[in-house]
């Protein structure tokens, strides 16, 4: 059986060749199965949302030449559900543009007749600047030497 992190991989394989019933298998045909977008949807919850987000993005202009783990992946799994997470470079073309972005990405995948499908995904993209204030975590400085 593969691993989750294996499922993960090959699903953002197939997104990659635009093979639709390659990504429809994997996820859970379920209309709680939900997913947390990146783009201005914000999410799809079922089955039949998921497939038509997925269809439509395969008809459109938009090719991921290339997804990749800059972080992680992260997981844990146990017998009956697995989560995978960490930070995904997407390389994208969209007709003559071409160009990157970094986004958080999240699965929490369940088994199912000895295969690991998505029960939830989240993809999000980070926010330069959510609260106004920068990032919060506060630099420490080492001590200086004694002179």
């Given at each position: 059986m593969q691993s989750a992190i294996d499922t993960v991989n090959e699903h953002y394989r197939v997104i990659i060749e635009k093979d639709l019933q390659g990504i429809l298998e994997k996820y859970v045909a379920d209309e709680d199965t939900y997913v947390i977008l990146e783009g201005p949807r914000l999410t799809s919850k079922g089955y039949t949302k998921i497939s038509k987000g997925w269809g439509d993005f395969c008809m459109s202009p938009i090719q991921l030449t290339s997804i990749?783990?800059?972080?992680g992946p992260f997981a844990e799994e146990t017998a009956e559900m697995a989560w995978v997470s960490g930070i995904i470079r997407l390389?994208?073309?969209?007709?003559?543009?071409?160009?990157?972005?970094?986004?958080?990405?999240?699965?929490?995948?369940?088994?199912?007749?000895?295969?690991?499908?998505?029960?939830?995904?989240?993809?999000?993209?980070?926010?330069?600047?959510?609260?106004?204030i920068g990032d919060w975590l506060k630099q420490t400085?080492?001590?200086?030497?004694?002179?």
């Open positions: 990749e783990w800059t972080e390389q994208v073309r969209v007709s003559d543009r071409t160009f990157d972005n970094i986004f958080r990405a999240s699965f929490v995948l369940v088994r199912k007749s000895d295969l690991w499908q998505i029960h939830h995904e989240h993809v999000s993209v980070v926010h330069p600047d959510p609260y106004g400085t080492p001590p200086s030497a004694a002179s």
